[in-house]
C-alpha cells in the first residue's frame, strides 16, 4: 500500500516536469502548434492577427507582383477592376485595346454628311452629300452614299488654256451614288498637347457607283454630253470620334471609270477618267450608346 502510494506520486510528479519543460511549446500559437523546426522558422500569422505576415524576401522577389495579392489589397480594389473581372462575354467583345472603347458600332447605323471637292483636270467641283452605314461587327459595314457636284470653278491650267486659245473639252461630276463595303483594320488612341486624347479608326472602302458627268467643250461651241458611267471606288477615311455616338473624318476618295467627251471636229471620243475626291464627314452613330 505504501509502495503504492509512492508510485502514484512519482508518476504525478513526472507528468508536471513534462508540462514544465513542454508546455510553452504546446500553447505558443506562433511556433505552428510545436511542429517540426522548419516551420517554426517560417513566419506564420495568428488568428488574432489583423495584418498578413510578410513573405520572405526571397520569395518575394521570385513570384510576381500579380501572385501576391493579399486581403487587405483585395479590399482595397477599384470597382473598375473588380468590372473587368466580371465582364461577361459579349462585353469584353467591346475590349480590344489597352483600354476598354468608349464606343461600339455592332449592330448600330451610322449617318452622315459631306462637304468637299473634286479635283478634276479642268476644273474643280464642290461635293456636298449625305451617307448611310450599316455595322455589321466593329471591323465591317456596308455603306451607301450619295454625292452631288454643287458648283464647278476654273482651275490653273483651264486659264492657261484660255490664254492659248485652245480647244478644250472638260467633262465634271454633276452626282454620283453607290455601294461600298468599309473595313476598320485600326483603332487606337493619340495624345494631342499632352492633355487632348481623342480615339480614331482608319477606315478602308471599295464599291461600285453610279457617276455622272457633263461633258463640252470651253466655248460651248458644241452640244454638252450627259453621260451616266459605272464607276469603281476606292477610299481611304482617317476618323477621330467625338465621344461615343459622333465622330468627325477627311474621306479620300478615287473613282475610275469610262467617259465621253466631245470632239472639235464632230463626234465623240472615249477615255479612262480618274476623278480624286477629298471630303468632311460628320456622323452619328444610332441608336445613342448612353
Not at 502514484?8 to 511542429?35: A, E, K, N, P, Q
Not at 452614299?145 to 486659245?165: C, M
Not at 461600298?180 to 461600285?208: R, T, W
Request: with cysteine; net charge negative.
Amino acid at each position: 500500500m505504501r509502495h503504492s502510494r509512492l508510485s502514484f506520486i512519482t508518476v504525478i510528479l513526472i507528468v508536471l516536469f513534462s508540462f514544465t519543460v513542454f508546455g510553452d511549446d504546446l500553447f505558443d500559437l506562433d511556433s505552428g502548434f510545436g511542429f517540426s523546426d522548419e516551420e517554426e522558422d517560417t513566419p506564420s500569422s495568428s488568428i488574432f492577427d489583423t495584418e498578413p505576415a510578410p513573405a520572405p524576401k526571397d520569395e518575394a522577389k521570385a513570384a510576381p507582383r500579380t501572385a501576391q495579392l493579399q486581403i487587405g489589397e483585395a479590399a482595397a480594389d477599384t470597382e473598375a477592376e473588380a468590372e473587368l473581372r466580371d465582364l461577361s462575354v459579349e462585353r469584353k467583345s467591346r475590349i480590344k485595346v489597352v483600354q476598354r472603347k468608349e464606343f461600339h458600332k455592332d449592330g448600330r447605323f451610322e449617318i452622315g454628311i459631306d462637304a468637299g471637292m473634286i479635283s478634276g483636270d479642268w476644273e474643280g467641283v464642290l461635293v456636298v452629300g449625305a451617307r448611310m452605314a450599316y455595322h455589321f461587327n466593329e471591323y465591317l459595314a456596308l455603306q451607301g452614299r450619295f454625292l452631288y457636284g454643287a458648283v464647278s470653278w476654273e482651275n490653273e491650267t483651264l486659264k492657261q488654256a484660255d490664254e492659248a486659245d485652245a480647244y478644250v473639252a472638260k467633262s465634271n461630276m454633276t452626282m454620283a451614288g453607290g455601294l461600298s463595303l468599309v473595313f476598320s483594320p485600326i483603332y487606337g488612341k493619340v495624345s494631342l498637347f499632352g492633355d487632348i486624347i481623342p480615339k480614331y479608326d482608319i477606315n478602308i472602302s471599295a464599291g461600285g457607283y453610279f457617276y455622272q458627268t457633263k461633258a463640252e467643250d470651253k466655248n460651248q461651241s458644241v452640244r454638252p454630253l450627259t453621260n451616266n458611267n459605272g464607276a469603281f471606288q476606292i477610299g481611304f477615311a482617317p476618323r477621330i470620334f467625338l465621344g461615343k455616338n459622333a465622330s468627325l473624318s477627311v474621306c479620300s476618295d478615287w473613282f475610275i471609270m469610262k467617259d465621253t467627251r466631245p470632239r472639235q471636229e464632230g463626234g465623240n471620243t472615249k477615255y479612262l477618267k480618274s476623278d480624286f475626291m477629298v471630303t468632311l464627314n460628320l456622323s452619328m452613330l444610332l441608336p445613342f450608346d448612353r
